[in-house]
């Protein structure tokens, strides 16, 4: 069965930084891409950045490009997303998400519960 | 980043079947694959159609999907109350290289 946990979402302050991590099991890691998405209050879900399975290529949305980062720990199966200059705007669940092969954004087959971010002063 | 466009909402009694449609353009939609999604706030959502037609096992075939030039449509049949929750498209956009959601659909079983 798999399973998707993320961790690490908290109050953080406008220009702050957090790291969140998802930790992965029940299937080979490295070959299905993951995504992260998060779900703002009263807003829809949003594609947030995705990595192809063994880590060999990295995409972003707009919203967040050059202030997100995502990696991958082929080792432990984690998939982290580091957040730096965080606003308001970025509050949001942000849940981490699993593709149906190893370049697949576009089919998210399996979801985590999600972990909760807050930007705020 | 734009969003594909979906109707806020739609309604249906129980038993009775509804529509959602999605629109998009030549860069996502038209050009790639579309996935649907199901979700509640606070639960984790769940992949219903994929590959525009494709349904993941365990999803009953009350769901269906299609797809024609730049729009996608979900049909939902046989409503019943716990269909109750919001709906997104999805899909690839090539020039953005990155997922683009609908802005979502919330459905109510009336």
């Known amino acids: 069965e798999v399973q998707l946990v993320e961790s690490g979402g908290d109050l953080v302050q406008p220009g702050g930084s957090l790291r969140l991590s998802c930790a992965a099991s029940?299937?080979?890691?490295?070959?299905?891409?993951m995504s992260w998405v998060r779900r703002a209050p009263g807003k829809g879900l949003e594609w947030v950045s995705g990595?192809?399975?063994?880590?060999?290529?990295?995409f972003y949305a707009d919203s967040v490009k050059g202030r997100f980062t995502v990696s991958s720990d082929n080792s432990k199966n984690m998939v982290f997303l580091q957040m730096n200059s965080l606003r308001a705007e970025d509050t949001a669940m942000y849940y981490c998400a699993k593709g149906q092969g190893r370049r697949s954004f576009n089919e998210l087959d399996s979801w985590g519960q999600g972990t909760l971010v807050i930007v705020s002063s | 980043q734009s969003v594909l466009t979906q109707p806020p909402s739609v309604s249906a009694a129980p038993g009775q079947r509804v529509t959602i449609s999605c629109s998009g353009s030549s860069s996502d939609i038209g050009n790639n694959f579309v996935s649907w999604y199901q979700h509640l706030p606070g639960t984790a959502p769940r992949l219903l159609i994929y590959e525009n037609t494709k349904r993941p096992s365990g999803i009953p075939d009350r769901f269906s999907g299609s797809k024609s030039g730049t729009s996608a449509t979900l049909d939902i049949t046989g409503l019943q109350t716990g269909d109750e929750a919001d709906y997104f498209c999805?899909?690839?956009?090539?020039?953005?290289?990155?997922?683009?959601f609908g802005g979502g659909t919330k459905l109510t079983v009336l």
């Open positions: 029940g299937f080979t890691f490295t070959n299905d891409a």
């Open positions: 990595i192809w399975g063994r880590g060999d290529a990295t």
């Open positions: 999805a899909s690839w956009e090539s020039s953005l290289s990155a997922v683009l």
